[in-house]
């Protein structure tokens, strides 16, 4: 079965950090990328940042490069996602996805409604 668990949200003040984690089922984990979509009240889904199981290669959205970090440890099949520096524009539920249909690529990351979806953890960045 299928499963992506989310973890590690919670309520930081600007200027903090916060690190996500997404356990993945040995499944998806051996074939697919990976990665974070974030998604703000009254706002579209953002692909935030995604990684690459065969070469590792990663993508950022511009909104948080320099401030976000995407790493993968392969042996406990867990992605992270370390976020310094949040600001308030940060706060939005965090889902974490992969699947046949995910695209991770230096253009963006994308994924569709039949790939694999975590629950989502909420991050709300608030002095």
């Known amino acids: 079965q299928v499963q992506l668990v989310e973890s590690g949200g919670g309520l930081v003040q600007p200027g903090g950090s916060l690190r996500l984690s997404c356990a993945a089922s040995e499944f998806t984990w051996d074939y697919y990328a990976i990665g974070w979509f974030r998604q703000a009240p009254g706002k579209e889904r953002e692909g935030v940042s995604c990684i690459r199981r065969v070469d590792g290669i990663t993508y950022y959205a511009d909104s948080v490069k320099g401030r976000f970090t995407i790493s993968r440890d392969n042996i406990k099949n867990t992605m992270y996602l370390q976020m310094n520096s949040l600001k308030p524009e940060d706060t939005a539920v965090y889902y974490c996805?992969?699947?046949?249909?995910?695209?991770?690529?230096?253009?963006?990351?994308?994924?569709?409604?039949?790939?694999?979806w975590g629950q989502g953890t909420q991050v709300t960045v608030s002095s």
């Open positions: 996805a992969t699947g046949p249909g995910v695209v991770c690529a230096g253009y963006g990351y994308y994924a569709s409604g039949t790939d694999y």
